[in-house]
């Protein structure tokens, strides 16, 4: 029975101190999904906050318009340079959002990819020859790509 119990643990893909992939895979999705959500909820509020700002100034214009005319150009630039403090702080804040989601991400497919990586590893030294060539080969080609997507995120 308990050979029985062992053979379906191996059977599953399951071992002691190796990550689950599925259950990995599952987290990463959730993270994405999240980050998505975080990322679509903050576009949606800084461009509602554009509108707002852009129907004040709208208004100020039209006040201007009916003032006086050399008050207006001091006026309009004061309040244009606030306007581009605002929608900059708020695109700072979303890329800290963003950058923080994807760290998540990473730490949480960390050990899969560790694993996937060993495992390719042992497979590609057991190659014959033209066949390591080629999955080597695969595996730069992903890794270029890869250190890129990396880099703007701010992950290495």
Aim: charged residues 25%; contains cysteine; positive net charge.
């Amino acid at each position: 029975m308990a050979g029985s119990t062992s053979n379906n643990h191996q059977a599953d893909g399951c071992r002691a101190g190796v990550p689950d992939v599925n259950q990995v895979i599952a987290e990463a999705e959730k993270a994405v999904r999240d980050g998505a959500y975080i990322a679509v909820g903050a576009g949606i509020l800084a461009f509602q906050r554009a509108q707002v700002q852009r129907r004040q100034l709208a208004k100020e214009l039209e006040k201007l318009r009916e003032g006086r005319p050399e008050d207006a150009a001091g006026q309009l630039t004061a309040r244009l340079d606030e306007i581009g403090r605002s929608l900059s702080a708020n695109a700072g804040a979303t890329r800290a959002q963003l950058r923080e989601i994807a760290r998540s991400w990473d730490a949480a497919i960390a050990p899969t990819r560790r694993q996937m990586g060993e495992r390719a590893d042992a497979l590609q030294s057991r190659l014959p020859s033209p066949a390591r060539e080629v999955l080597a080969g695969a595996r730069s080609a992903v890794s270029a790509p890869e250190a890129r997507l990396r880099a703007a995120l701010g992950l290495d």
